[in-house]
């Protein structure tokens, strides 16, 4: 098990950026990796970006390349993503998640983009246009 609290979403203009942070306590289990997802009204939860704790594997979703930049706590705290350059389509609940499994190479983006399998409760950001 493991507490993730995310904080910094918002409302925030199309154009504008936000930083959203995951802090991450009482682990119980050895993390390999932790990430972001975020679920549109009326839509699935996807995928954001993922990364892992060692080998400097990031993913991200193809719609937030070049815009979205995931980035971690070395002392596996918790994780950050700086959000720029922001759409109304951005609108979301971000959710922080936390994993154990192993993987390597683009192994991690296709076990990430499945889901990871501890979860924050989730924080909102709105995008005005």
């Known amino acids: 098990q493991v507490q993730l609290v995310e904080s910094g979403g918002g409302l925030v203009q199309a154009g504008g950026s936000l930083r959203l942070s995951c802090a991450a306590s009482g682990r119980t289990f050895s993390s390999t990796a932790m990430g972001w997802f975020r679920q549109a009204p009326g839509k699935e939860r996807e995928f954001v970006a993922g990364i892992r704790w060692s080998g400097n594997y990031i993913y991200y979703e193809e719609s937030v390349k070049g815009r979205f930049t995931i980035s971690r706590d070395n002392a596996k705290n918790g994780v950050f993503l700086q959000m720029n350059s922001l759409k109304p389509e951005d609108t979301a609940v971000y959710y922080c998640?936390?994993?154990?499994?192993?993987?390597?190479?683009?192994?991690?983006?296709?076990?990430?983009?499945?889901?990871?399998?501890?979860w924050g409760k989730g924080t909102l950001v709105t995008v005005s246009s």
């Open positions: 998640a936390d994993d154990p499994r192993d993987c390597t190479g683009y192994g991690c983006y296709r076990l990430w983009r499945a889901g990871m399998n501890y």
